[in-house]
T-cell receptor, first 115, second 114 residues
Framework: AQTVTQSQPEMSVQEAETVTLSCTYDTSENNYYLFWYKQPPSRQMILVIRQEAYKQQNATENRFSVNFQKAAKSFSLKISDSQLGDTAMYFCAFIKFQGAQKLVFGQGTRLTINP | DTEVTQTPKHLVMGMTNKKSLKCEQHMGHRAMYWYKQKAKKPPELMFV???????INESVPSRFSPECPNSSLLNLHLHALQPEDSALYLC?????????????FGQGTRLTVV
């Protein structure tokens, strides 16, 4: 079975700072995908960034980037120039290379951006 | 249109009531999902429909009954629920067979069982 671990229940930074959220996972699969989802107080889960395990290059999306270390099974999210709108719950998620999207989520990190 | 619409947004029901949660998407996705999320916890998968057929049931109690009447609609029928079933119920949709594509989530139905 796959497991995803987020070791930081809460984090808080000042606006414009850079923050890194940690995620580790355990799997015996070789082909899989990793995601970071954001859930603001509006409750809607929004995809922030995705990483294919077979790609060595780290994914980036504007201010968001990941540090994917496949051997270490680590998948951290870096948010640069943080904004008040980044305040949310962040979930790391794993999915096997299969048809049904059975997302396995970590416990989440509550991120607060302070003005 | 990249929205998944869930209704109602809030629902309070008694333990003897029967109610239904509805989910709709018009993105042409052929996989639809129900997740349950308790406060301060991650979403937990309940059901997966693929091409309108139930493909995954995560051992959910029979008081929850899913239905997929067509490729755009997903219902969750509720009957004889318990107070511990109070949670946020999230619907999601995605393409089938391409796990690297995004699963789009609705805003959820906040369910309270009294």
């Amino acid at each position: 079975a796959q497991t995803v671990t987020q070791s930081q229940p809460e984090m808080s930074v000042q606006e414009a700072e850079t923050v890194t959220l940690s995620c580790t996972y355990d799997t015996s699969e070789n082909n899989y995908y990793l995601f970071w989802y954001k859930q603001p107080p509006s409750r809607q889960m929004i995809l922030v960034i995705r990483q294919e395990a077979y790609k060595q290059q780290n994914a980036t999306e504007n201010r968001f980037s990941v540090n994917f270390q496949k051997a270490a099974k680590s998948f951290s999210l870096k948010i640069s120039d943080s904004q008040l709108g980044d305040t949310a719950m962040y979930f790391c998620a794993f999915i096997k290379f299969q048809g049904a999207q059975k997302l396995v989520f970590g416990q989440g990190t509550r991120l607060t951006i302070n003005p | 249109d990249t929205e998944v619409t869930q209704t109602p947004k809030h629902l309070v029901m008694g333990m003897t009531n029967k109610k239904s949660l509805k989910c709709e998407q018009h993105m042409g996705h052929r996989a639809m999902y129900w997740y349950k999320q308790k406060a301060k916890k991650p979403p937990e998968l309940m059901f997966v429909y693929s091409y309108e057929k139930l493909s995954i049931n995560e051992s959910v109690p029979s008081r929850f009954s899913p239905e997929c009447p067509n490729s755009s609609l997903l219902n969750l029928h509720l009957h004889a629920l318990q107070p511990e079933d109070s949670a946020l119920y999230l619907c999601a949709s995605s393409q089938v067979g391409t796990p690297n594509t995004e699963a789009f989530f609705g805003q959820g139905t906040r369910l309270t069982v009294v």
